[in-house]
């Protein structure tokens, strides 16, 4: 599938097929092409909560508007970002910083630098930290649904739950913020599949000031 075709087809479905299972390596497969997705200096502040159990899932349905689709589908990704992903001392900002060294990139006396750099950018209030997080768990979030879809599957991002209840529910610690959920299965054919929304022109996304 080309990614016109791809894009254009990805459709957040209501319904999924609870008799259609999606295996343990279509998911790993998923993850792992949405990993290539960039971040602001490579820090990938992202992690999944991989839900399959029947149970664990009617648990977050009813924190998440009591929505079918979490329950029905047979895979839901809690998305999380981390909002300490840019602080020193955490592993994958170190893992991030060692690569780069062995990439060429940086060298170990950059160390203060980089750490004063990820301080100015994404340290400098709760809101730098926030924007951070959620802008490229974003990106993370997007290549997950489109290499879902590249392999057949279908999805559905959802930002309608109570995020402190789910944080509780699933014991998620303080340092990480749920952008969002997505279902992810294959659109169950007995259902109808509801019409493409509008989308902006291009002169309506297009500005000059």
Same mark, same amino acid.
């Given at each position: 599938?080309d990614?016109? @075709? %791809? ?5 957040a =479905?209501?319904?999924?097929?609870? !008799? /259609?299972s999606?295996?343990? $390596? ?12 960039p971040?602001?200096? @490579? %820090?990938?502040?992202?992690n999944?909560? =991989?839900?399959?159990?029947?149970? !664990? /899932?009617?648990?977050?349905? $009813? ?16 998305? %999380?970002?981390?909002?300490d ?20 990139s940086?060298t ?41 879809k ?5 999805t ?40 493409p929304?509008?989308r902006?022109?291009?002169d ?6």
């Amino acid at each position: 599938m080309d990614f016109k @075709n %791809l894009i254009t087809n990805r459709r957040a =479905v209501n319904f999924f097929d609870p !008799e /259609k299972s999606v295996s343990d $390596k279509q998911i790993r497969e998923v993850i792992e092409m949405a990993a290539t997705a960039p971040s602001s200096f @490579n %820090l990938q502040p992202w992690n999944l909560l =991989v839900l399959r159990e029947k149970e !664990e /899932k009617l648990r977050l349905q $009813k924190l998440a508007w009591n929505q079918p689709k979490v329950s029905q589908a047979p895979v839901v990704f809690v998305v %999380l970002a981390d909002r300490d992903g840019w602080k020193e001392g955490h592993s994958i900002v170190e893992k991030d910083f060692q690569e780069m060294i062995k990439a060429g990139s940086m060298t170990e006396g950059q160390r203060q630098w980089f750490a004063d750099a990820r301080q100015t950018l994404y340290g400098s209030s709760p809101e730098a930290i926030q924007a951070f997080v959620c802008k490229n768990t974003g990106f993370f979030a997007m290549s997950l649904m489109l290499a879902a879809k590249s392999l057949g599957l279908d999805t559905h991002p959802m930002d309608g739950f109570d995020h402190e209840g789910v944080r509780k529910e699933l014991n998620i610690p303080d340092n990480f913020w749920i952008p969002l959920l997505i279902a992810v299965g294959y659109f169950d054919k007995s259902k109808e599949l509801a019409l493409p929304k509008w989308r902006k022109s291009v002169d309506e996304i297009v500005k000059t000031f």
